[in-house]
């Protein structure tokens, strides 16, 4: 009978022992997921900054071209306000802008992604710490029966009552 009760209460413990790490588990799965979600965010920060400073250095290299144009057309002789300078001139800002915007796009686009993978990462972690809670709760269930079915088995062998007969 000792011996019914002892198995019968190691394996109640080791039920509810094995609960509780998992919660554990799941809480530091969480923390994890949070510092992965801090990460992705700076780097989303960095992304547009990048973005930004690129399409500065875009802008910046269309106003040189643009200048060294100018600079050439009143050189060699030529009307700075020619038709063909102006409409080079204008076609030189356009496509910078167009450059300076697509790289603010990119790093606007890289953001976004860092972001989600922030999101996905957080839940993540909420999901495993959810988990190992439930874990934890039904660990107390299943030691429960552990117990009731230990002590149902002793009653049974101690109290020598005879078995059901079934049919």
Same mark, same amino acid.
């Given at each position: 009978? *000792? ?60 106003? *040189? ?35 300076? *915007? ?11 992604? *860092? ?24 660990? &107390? ?24 007969? &079934?049919?």
């Amino acid at each position: 009978m *000792l011996l019914t009760t002892a198995s019968t209460a190691v394996t109640a413990g080791a039920t509810i022992a094995g609960g509780r790490i998992a919660e554990t588990g799941g809480i530091y799965t969480r923390q994890a997921s949070e510092f992965t979600a801090k990460q992705h965010e700076q780097q989303a920060g960095e992304s547009r900054a990048a973005g930004q400073r690129t399409a500065a250095d875009k802008r910046r290299e269309s106003k *040189l071209v643009q200048s060294a144009l100018v600079a050439r057309a009143a050189g060699s002789g030529g009307a700075v306000d020619d038709p063909s300078v102006v409409t080079t001139a204008g076609q030189i800002a356009q496509r910078g802008e167009f450059e300076a *915007l697509t790289e603010m796009y990119k790093g606007e686009n890289r953001a976004r992604g *860092l972001e989600d993978a922030a999101y996905a990462a957080r839940r993540q972690g909420e999901a495993a710490e959810y988990e190992g809670k439930a874990k934890k709760k039904a660990s &107390y269930l299943s030691a429960l029966g552990t117990i009731i079915g230990g002590a149902s088995t002793m009653y049974r062998t101690y109290n020598k009552l005879p078995e059901p007969k &079934y049919g």
